[in-house]
């Protein structure tokens, strides 16, 4: 027979252990994508993905101007968040083509458009944004690959006022980044989506103190929000590749669109620099 001290020792003992049992950890967030990131990585030309693309007839859709397909090759990771991006006034995509490549290999499916007319005011590229992001998530060869939930917007002068219009008709988007955008409206206190707006310091087509300055003011102040204004830089820095540009912009969309707080260290505290010639946050973000 078992001796009662030891049955009371064992006893004891499955009880401290299940006292000190870990509880089961949280479950790992499903959208992060990619390996941890480094400062390296998102200021890098290429992110972890290697990626294809295709071409977008415009005689093949509807509701804008055609455009170009970058998305990443891999299915083994699940699908991705994916995000339009227009062109500015009297642009074609090519001017906006760079962000295809730089966002597709850090994980994005993305779709740079062109527009019905290159004439084409901020809310029209705003509505053709949505148009574009419903052909990728409903019709587009890779739909497949796209988590419809995890969408983004982003656009050029014209364009990045028309994602301030595109965010403000769906708040459902989860990121939006208007780059040197040029909007004649100037209150978006009704808009809910986590928005980037990036400004230029020698910007005279769309100056910052009345355009990007006022709208980043104008958003709610309980909204994620960030306002990067370029150093020495003019109205057409973000059609060329820019690192700052893409670090900030890779940091917020994986940041809102992915949730990967992995890439909250880039964005909070405020970053700064010789290329940064003020930066406007909101952090901690939520």
Known sequence: MRNPVTRLLGALTLAAALVAAPTPAQAANPYERGPAPTVASIEASRGYYAFAQVTVARSSVSGFGGGTIYYPTSTTDGTFGAIAISPGFTASQSSVAWYGPRLASQGFVVITIDTLS???????????????????????????????????????????????????????????????????????????????????ENDTTAPVASHAEPFYTSLPSSLDKAYLELNNATHSAPTSTNVTIAKYSISWLKRFIDNDTRYEQFLCPAPSGSTIQEYRDTCPHS
Do not use: C, F
């Open 118 to 200: 290159t004439l084409d005011q901020p809310a029209s590229r705003g509505t053709q944004l949505l148009a574009a992001l419903d052909y990728l998530t409903n019709t587009s060869s890779v739909r497949s690959r796209i988590d419809a939930t995890r969408l983004g917007v982003m656009g050029h002068s014209m364009g990045g006022g028309g994602s301030l219009s595109a965010s403000r008709t769906r708040p459902q988007l989860q990121a939006a980044i208007p780059l040197t955008p040029w909007h004649g409206t100037k209150n978006w206190s009704s808009d809910t989506v986590p928005t980037l707006i990036i400004g230029a």
